[in-house]
């Protein structure tokens, strides 16, 4: 999975500097680029770039998992950890939607290197990512 280009520029100014991004200054920069991704994903499924608006989705999602989890000091490095991250959300809320919701995720990050959604499937995917979104949104109280 990898760290954005964005992560990747903080994370080496942090250590050219000595100095770590405090958890609320990382929550809000997953905030920021999951929106950026997000107005990105919806741009493009405007334009009919229905597989990188599915790339686009899939990391505006992929950012809140990482904000959440930044709130609480952790930081994602790999699929396994989403993962792993959204099972621990999923089973300390009881919001087995969470669930649902983070998988047509992964069917648009999946979209991206297979292109096999069609059109309707990739326009409801994302819905589904938007509502993800709001709901850790929620999580976080932002």
């Known amino acids: 999975m990898g760290a954005s280009e964005e992560e990747l520029l903080v994370e080496v100014l942090s250590e050219r500097f000595g100095e770590h991004i405090d958890p609320a200054s990382e929550v809000e920069m997953h905030l920021r680029l999951s929106e950026k991704e997000l107005m990105e994903a919806e741009e493009l499924l405007r334009k009919g770039d229905y597989l990188q608006a599915s790339e686009k989705a899939w990391g505006a999602a992929a950012q809140m998992v990482k904000a959440v989890a930044a709130r609480e000091g952790r930081t994602i490095r790999s699929h396994g950890e989403l993962q792993r991250e959204v099972a621990r959300i999923v089973k300390e809320t009881g919001d087995e939607e969470l ?5 047509s995720a992964g069917m648009l990050h999946q979209n991206f290197y297979e292109n096999w959604l069609p059109q309707e499937m990739v326009e409801g ?14 999580l976080l109280n932002y």
């Open 99 to 103: 669930r649902r919701l983070w998988q």
């Open 125 to 138: 995917n994302i819905r589904d990512v938007k509502r993800f979104i709001e709901k850790l949104r929620q």
